[in-house]
Antibody
Framework: EVHLVETGGGLVQPGGSLRLSCAAS????????MSWVRQAPGKGLEWVAN????????YFVDSVKGRFIISRDNANNSLYLQMNSLRAEDTAVYFC??????????????WGQGTLVTVSS | SYELTQPPSVSVSPGQTAGITCSGD??????ACWYQQKPGQSPVLVIY???KRPSGIPERFSGSKSGNTATLTISGTQAMDEADYYC?????????FGGGTKLTVL
């Protein structure tokens, strides 16, 4: 059974940094794209970043480019999101999700439970 | 930037059919998928590649697309289907979500 467990959320001051982790199990991690998606309190889903199988391709939403770094450790079945220069508007629940990329389609077939990041002084 | 537009809310009576639309300029050239999210829970994929249903998703959930509009249809809607629904597409290596539709079963 596929399991994705996010950790690392918490309260951080504006301008600070935080590193989220996602532990994957139940599937061959290195065969899949992975994504981070966030949801601000009471708001909709917002895609944050994607990384391909071997980390040779990485994509970000414009609002986090230059501040967030996505990475993965296939040996340890783990996905990471390094978040720097955090802003109040980055406050959200961050979900890790498994991606399926096929013929111009990309969708997220399994999601973790999410971890809350709060940026506030 | 690419945008997907959904109605903020849809209401349906139990046992009736609910339809949620998703419109986007490039949707005719891209596949759409749909997620269900209940309060306090993670999203669940209910439709992918416009019309396909993942294993474990009830047959009452179906997807279709005409031109630049994708539609999620829930036939014989049940109280347990009350949730937020999001469409999603992929364009030039970025993932785009619609704003979400709150489905109320009353």
């Amino acid at each position: 059974e596929v399991h994705l467990v996010e950790t690392g959320g918490g309260l951080v001051q504006p301008g600070g940094s935080l590193r989220l982790s996602c532990a994957a199990s139940g599937f061959t991690f290195s065969n899949y794209w992975m994504s981070w998606v966030r949801q601000a309190p009471g708001k909709g889903l917002e895609w944050v970043a994607n990384i391909n199988y071997d980390a040779s391709e990485k994509y970000f939403v414009d609002s986090v480019k230059g501040r967030f770094i996505i990475s993965r450790d296939n040996a340890n079945n783990s996905l990471y999101l390094q978040m720097n220069s955090l802003r109040a508007e980055d406050t959200a629940v961050y979900f890790c999700a498994r991606g399926i990329k096929w013929r111009g389609h990309f969708y997220l077939d399994y999601w973790g439970q999410g971890t809350l990041v709060t940026v506030s002084s | 930037s690419y945008e997907l537009t959904q109605p903020p809310s849809v209401s349906v009576s139990p046992g009736q059919t609910a339809g949620i639309t998703c419109s986007g300029d490039k949707l005719g050239d891209n596949y759409a998928c749909w997620y269900q999210q209940k309060p306090g829970q993670s999203p669940v994929l209910v439709i992918y590649q416009d019309i396909k249903r993942p294993s474990g998703i009830p047959e009452r959930f179906s997807g279709s697309k005409s031109g630049n509009t994708a539609t999620l249809t829930i036939s014989g809607t049940q109280a347990m289907d009350e949730a937020d629904y999001y469409c999603q597409a992929w364009d030039t290596s970025t993932v785009v979500f619609g704003g979400g539709t709150k489905l109320t079963v009353l």
